[in-house]
C-alpha cells in the first residue's frame, strides 16, 4: 500500500498540490518487464495488439529476466507490473519471494525456443564446429595424454586438426545472461563429455557420486583467463562491434540477432547442422533455449486487456509458425497448442520438480 | 651572493643578439604556445570528428523512402455491414487491410507495366513496410466515408529497400541478406524508374512513435519530444520557484551561521552528485514509496528537479551576488524594507542571471538519461501521453533514452535512426544554449 505523501519539504508541498489536481485513474495500459532477448518479441506483439484492439499498446520494458522475474513478484496491485518476460525458466527463489509478498497465482508461458549461434565477419574462414571444439578452444585445462593439462591452444589447428590456422578468440555472453547458461550447457558441459574430461575431472573427487557429478559440472565450465575467451556482458550489438573491431573473433548471437544482421555475419554449423528456425524447431541444432513469459493471474480482468494480450501473443497468427514472430527469428513451440489450452484455462504453473 | 661567478657572462651581452638563457626561455615560450595549440586542436578535431559521424550517419534519418500508389477501398472487405460505423469496422484487422494493399500494389505495377520478374505476391508485398496497413486502417476508421473510393497511398518502404536507396544496402549485401533479395531490389529501381517509389523529406521521424523491430522505418521520435517536453515542463514549474526561493533566503537573509553553512556545503556538493544516485532516490521514494506510476513524465522531471534545484540555486545566487550593495543600500535607504528592497530591485537586476542559469541546467537535464533507466522511462511505448496534467501519469519516452534503446536494436537501421534523434537532441540543446547566451547578452548588465 503506498504510504500517505509527508509535505515535511516544500517540494513535497508541491507535489501534493500537483497530485491532488489530478484525477485518480485506473491503469489501463499492461505493463511488461524483462529478458531482453525476450524485449524484441514482445514489442513486436505489443504493436500489433495495439493496432488491432480496443487497449492502448503494452508497455515494454528490458532489463533482465532476473530483474523482471523479481519485479513480478513485487507484489499484487497496479503499482507492479502484469507480465514478467524470461529467456530461463523461473527460479525457486523467485517463487519463494512471489510467495512472501502475495503472488500466487503465476502463470508460465513458453512461447517458443531461441536459436543461440556461433558467427563471425563475412570474409573469415569456414569451420564447423562441435562442442567438443569449443571445449579445448576454450576450457581452462583439457585432456592430453590421457592426463589434464592446462589449455596452451592459440590457434584452432591446434584445436581439431581439420581446421585452418586462425588464432582462438571468442566473444561470449556474460554469466549474467541466459544465454550463457545454454552456452554452459548445450556447448561447454557437452563438450566436456565427449573429450573425456568430464570422466578425468569426477575419478580425481573422493565422495559418492552426486559429489562428483556436482564437481566434475563445475569443473567443465572453467574457462581460461587468458584473453581468448571475452565475456561480454552488454547485448549483442556490443558482440557485433567487438567482433567487428577484432576481425578474427567469433562471436555467440541469438538467431533473431543474426537474421537481421546476416549480410555481415556468417554462421557456423555445430555437429554439421546449419543453425535456423526449422533445423531448431526439429532439435536437430543443439543450442537452442525456450523462452517464456510469467503472467500475473491476479491482474486477469483486473488490468483491461491483459488477458486478450496473452490470447493473442500465443495465436497462431502471431507465434505460429507463418507468424511475424517466426518471420523475426522466433523457433516456434511445436507444442504451441498445449500452451494456448494452458492459457484458455488460466492455469497457474506447477511446484518446480527440483 | 651565489652568482658572482655568472655574472661576467652577462656583461656586455648584445641587446639586438639573444643570448643563450633568453633563447631557452623564448623557446620555452613557444613551446608552450605550441602545446596550448595542439591541445585545442585535439579537442577540435574530436569535435567535428564526432559531429561529422553523428551527421554522417543521422542525416539521413530525416528523409525516408515511400511507396505511392492508388488504392481502392472495397466496401465490400472494409465495412461489411454497410453502415460506415466505425465500431463495426473496427473488426477489420490490418491483416485484413495488408490483403488489400497487396492487391492494390499488385494492380499498380500492372496497370503501369512493370515487370514482376520472378518474385512471389509475398515479395513484393514485403517491399512495403508493414506500417502501412496499420497506416491505412487508422486513416479510414477516422474518416469512414473514404470507404468505397480510390485514393492514393504513401506507405514507407521496407527498412532495406530504404537502405538500398540511401546506399547502406547494396546488390552485393542483399545476395547475403536474409531480408531482402537482389530480384527485389530489381524490381525497386523499375519501381522508381516508373516513379512508384521515391525519397522524401519524413516529417514522421519527429512526430511517430516508436516502432518494433519489424518496421524501424516507421520509428519516430514523438513519444520521446512529447516526454521530454512534459519532464521539462515539470522541472521549470518545480527548480524555478524552490530554486529562486531558497537562493533568496540563503543570500538576502538568512543569518550566517554554522547551519547555513552546512546547507550550503551540501547543495555544492550535491551539484556534483552523480545522476543516477538521484534515479535510485526517484525509485526508492516516488515510486515505491508514493506509488507513482512506472514510466511517467512526472516521476521523471521530479527526479530532474532534484538534480536540476543545486545548479540553479548556485546560479541564482551567483547573480544576486553580483548585484552591487549599494542597490540594497539606497532602496533601504529611502525607506523600502528588506522584502521590498528584494522583489524591487534586486531580484529584477539578478533576472537576467537566474534565467541563464535556470535554462543551461534545463539544457543538462534535457540530455540525461541514466537516472530515467531506474525509472521505467526506457521502456517502448507507443502510445502519446495525453494533455496535462493527467498526461504526466501516463507513460511516456525520453529523448537520451530512446537513443540508448535505439542503438541496442538489431536492425542495422536503427543506427541512422539513433544518429537521428542525437542529432535532434543537439539541435533542442544548442537553441536552449543559444537562447542562454542571447539572454545574457541582452539583459546582462555591468557596474
Given at each position: 500500500m503506498p504510504a500517505r505523501p509527508i509535505p515535511a519539504v516544500l517540494p513535497a508541498a508541491f507535489l501534493t498540490a500537483m497530485l491532488a489536481a489530478l484525477p485518480a485513474a485506473a491503469r489501463d495500459n499492461i505493463q511488461i518487464s524483462g529478458s531482453s532477448t525476450v524485449l524484441p518479441y514482445a514489442t513486436i506483439v505489443a504493436e500489433l495488439f495495439g493496432e488491432n484492439f480496443?487497449?492502448?499498446?503494452?508497455?515494454?520494458?528490458?532489463?533482465?529476466?532476473?530483474?523482471?522475474?523479481?519485479?513480478?513478484?513485487?507484489?499484487v496491485g497496479e503499482g507492479t507490473i502484469d507480465i514478467a518476460n524470461s529467456s530461463s525458466r523461473i527460479k525457486q527463489s523467485d517463487i519463494d519471494l512471489c510467495t512472501a509478498n502475495g503472488v500466487t497465482g503465476v502463470m508460465e508461458v513458453r512461447f517458443g525456443y531461441d536459436g543461440i549461434v556461433f558467427a563471425a565477419l563475412r570474409d573469415q574462414p569456414?569451420?564447423?564446429?562441435?562442442?567438443?571444439?569449443?571445449?579445448?578452444?576454450?576450457?581452462?585445462?583439457?585432456?592430453?595424454?590421457?592426463?589434464?593439462?592446462?589449455?596452451?591452444?592459440?590457434?584452432?589447428?591446434?584445436?581439431?586438426?581439420?581446421?585452418?590456422r586462425h588464432e582462438i578468440l571468442a566473444f561470449i555472453p556474460g554469466t549474467k545472461h541466459g544465454t550463457r547458461?545454454?552456452?554452459?550447457?548445450?556447448?561447454?558441459?557437452?563438450?566436456?563429455?565427449?573429450?573425456?574430461?568430464?570422466?578425468?575431472?569426477?575419478?580425481?573427487?573422493?565422495?559418492?557420486?552426486?559429489?562428483?557429478?556436482?564437481?566434475?559440472?563445475?569443473?567443465?565450465?572453467?574457462?581460461?583467463?587468458?584473453?581468448?575467451?571475452?565475456?561480454?556482458?552488454?547485448?549483442?550489438?556490443?558482440?557485433?562491434?567487438?567482433?567487428?573491431?577484432?576481425?578474427?573473433?567469433?562471436?555467440?548471437?541469438?538467431?533473431?540477432?543474426?537474421?537481421?544482421?546476416?549480410?555481415?555475419?556468417?554462421?557456423?554449423?555445430?555437429?554439421?547442422?546449419?543453425?535456423?528456425?526449422?533445423?531448431?524447431?526439429?532439435?536437430?541444432?543443439?543450442?537452442?533455449?525456450?523462452?517464456?513469459?510469467?503472467?500475473?493471474?491476479?491482474?486477469?480482468?483486473?488490468?483491461?486487456?491483459?488477458?486478450?494480450?496473452?490470447?493473442?501473443?500465443?495465436?497462431?497468427?502471431?507465434?505460429?509458425?507463418?507468424?511475424?514472430?517466426?518471420?523475426?527469428?522466433?523457433?516456434?513451440?511445436?507444442?504451441?497448442?498445449?500452451?494456448?489450452?494452458?492459457?484458455?484455462?488460466?492455469?497457474?504453473?506447477?511446484?518446480?520438480?527440483? | 651572493m651565489t652568482d658572482t661567478t655568472a655574472a661576467p657572462a652577462f656583461r656586455g651581452a648584445s641587446l639586438t643578439e639573444p643570448d643563450a638563457r633568453t633563447r631557452r626561455r623564448n623557446a620555452a615560450e613557444r613551446r608552450f604556445r605550441l602545446l596550448g595549440v595542439g591541445a585545442v586542436a585535439i579537442g577540435l578535431v574530436a569535435l567535428v570528428i564526432l559531429l561529422g559521424s553523428i551527421l554522417n550517419n543521422g542525416l539521413s534519418a530525416f528523409r525516408q523512402t515511400y511507396i505511392t500508389f492508388p488504392i481502392t477501398l472495397d466496401a465490400a472487405v472494409l465495412d461489411k455491414q454497410?453502415?460506415?460505423?466505425?465500431?463495426?469496422?473496427?473488426?477489420?484487422?490490418?491483416?485484413?487491410?495488408?490483403?488489400?494493399?497487396?492487391?492494390?500494389?499488385?494492380?499498380?505495377?500492372?496497370?503501369?507495366?512493370?515487370?514482376?520478374?520472378?518474385?512471389?505476391?509475398?515479395?513484393?508485398?514485403?517491399?512495403?513496410?508493414?506500417?502501412?496497413?496499420?497506416?491505412?486502417?487508422?486513416?479510414?476508421?477516422?474518416?469512414?466515408?473514404?470507404?468505397?473510393?480510390?485514393?492514393?497511398?504513401?506507405?514507407?518502404?521496407?527498412?532495406?529497400?530504404?537502405?538500398?536507396?540511401?546506399?547502406?544496402?547494396?546488390?552485393?549485401?542483399?545476395?547475403?541478406?536474409?531480408?531482402i533479395s537482389p530480384e527485389q531490389l530489381q524490381l525497386a529501381d523499375r519501381m522508381e524508374a516508373a516513379g512508384l517509389i521515391e525519397k522524401r523529406l519524413n516529417w514522421g521521424f519527429l512526430t511517430r512513435p516508436d516502432a518494433s523491430e519489424l518496421r524501424p522505418e516507421a520509428a519516430g521520435l514523438g513519444v520521446a519530444i512529447l516526454g521530454s517536453a512534459y519532464m521539462m515542463i515539470v522541472v521549470l514549474v518545480l527548480s524555478l520557484p524552490i530554486g529562486v526561493a531558497a537562493s533568496i533566503y540563503l543570500e538576502e537573509l538568512a543569518p550566517k551561521n554554522r547551519w547555513t553553512d552546512l546547507i550550503e556545503i551540501n547543495i555544492a556538493n550535491l551539484a556534483a552528485v552523480p545522476s543516477i544516485v538521484f534515479g535510485i532516490l526517484a525509485l526508492a521514494l516516488f515510486i515505491n514509496t508514493w506509488g507513482l506510476p512506472q514510466s511517467a513524465p512526472l516521476v521523471g522531471g521530479l527526479v530532474l528537479t532534484l538534480m536540476t534545484l543545486p545548479t540553479i540555486i548556485i546560479a541564482t545566487r551567483a547573480s544576486l551576488k553580483a548585484v552591487p550593495p549599494s542597490i540594497r543600500?539606497?532602496?533601504?535607504?529611502?525607506?523600502?524594507?528588506?522584502m521590498q528592497a528584494i522583489f524591487h530591485h534586486v531580484l529584477p537586476l539578478a533576472m537576467p542571471g537566474i534565467l541563464t542559469g535556470t535554462i543551461l541546467g534545463l539544457a543538462r537535464a534535457l540530455g540525461e538519461s541514466a537516472p530515467l533507466l531506474l525509472i521505467g522511462m526506457v521502456a517502448f511505448v507507443r502510445d502519446f501521453p495525453g494533455a496535462p496534467p493527467q498526461g504526466l501519469l501516463d507513460p511516456a519516452s525520453a529523448l537520451p533514452v530512446q537513443v540508448y534503446t535505439w542503438t541496442q536494436r538489431a536492425d542495422p537501421a536503427f543506427v541512422e535512426r539513433a544518429s537521428g534523434a542525437i542529432i535532434v537532441l543537439l539541435v533542442f540543446l544548442l537553441t536552449m544554449n543559444a537562447l542562454a547566451i542571447i539572454l545574457r547578452r541582452r539583459f546582462e548588465r555591468r557596474w
Open positions: 480496443d487497449h492502448p499498446t503494452p508497455v515494454v520494458e528490458g532489463g533482465g529476466s532476473g530483474a523482471g522475474r523479481k519485479k513480478l513478484c513485487e507484489g569456414d569451420f564447423a564446429f562441435t562442442p567438443a571444439d569449443w571445449f579445448r578452444a576454450l576450457s581452462a585445462r583439457v585432456v592430453r595424454d590421457g592426463a589434464l593439462a592446462p589449455n596452451t591452444a592459440r590457434s584452432w589447428d591446434e584445436v581439431n586438426p581439420a581446421f585452418p547458461e545454454v552456452f554452459d550447457h548445450n556447448v561447454l558441459l557437452a563438450g566436456c563429455k565427449e573429450t573425456g574430461a568430464y570422466d578425468l575431472y569426477a575419478d580425481a573427487v573422493q565422495g559418492d557420486d552426486d559429489a562428483k557429478k556436482k564437481e566434475a559440472e563445475t569443473r567443465c565450465l572453467d574457462l581460461r583467463t587468458d584473453g581468448v575467451a571475452v565475456d561480454i556482458d552488454g547485448d549483442y550489438t556490443e558482440t557485433l562491434a567487438r567482433v567487428r573491431a577484432n576481425p578474427a573473433g567469433i562471436g555467440v548471437f541469438g538467431l533473431s540477432f543474426y537474421q537481421s544482421n546476416t549480410d555481415r555475419l556468417r554462421v557456423y554449423t555445430m555437429n554439421g547442422v546449419v543453425p535456423s528456425v526449422d533445423s531448431i524447431a526439429s532439435g536437430e541444432y543443439p543450442v537452442s533455449r525456450p523462452l517464456f513469459f510469467y503472467v500475473k493471474l491476479a491482474h486477469m480482468g483486473v488490468i483491461p486487456g491483459l488477458r486478450d494480450y496473452v490470447t493473442f501473443f500465443l495465436s497462431d497468427e502471431v507465434a505460429g509458425p507463418d507468424g511475424p514472430l517466426a518471420d523475426y527469428g522466433l523457433v516456434p513451440d511445436p507444442k504451441l497448442h498445449e500452451t494456448q489450452a494452458l492459457v484458455a484455462a488460466e492455469r497457474p504453473m506447477e511446484p518446480l520438480s527440483q | 454497410g453502415n460506415r460505423n466505425p465500431e463495426e469496422m473496427k473488426k477489420v484487422t490490418t491483416i485484413g487491410y495488408g490483403k488489400l494493399m497487396q492487391q492494390a500494389l499488385l494492380d499498380a505495377l500492372d496497370e503501369q507495366g512493370i515487370d514482376k520478374g520472378d518474385l512471389t505476391d509475398k515479395e513484393i508485398m514485403a517491399l512495403l513496410s508493414k506500417e502501412a496497413p496499420a497506416d491505412l486502417r487508422d486513416a479510414v476508421l477516422a474518416d469512414p466515408s473514404v470507404v468505397g473510393q480510390t485514393i492514393p497511398v504513401n506507405a514507407f518502404a521496407t527498412s532495406r529497400l530504404d537502405g538500398y536507396l540511401k546506399g547502406r544496402v547494396t546488390m552485393e549485401s542483399a545476395t547475403r541478406d536474409a531480408n543600500d539606497a532602496a533601504l535607504g529611502v525607506g523600502a524594507s528588506k
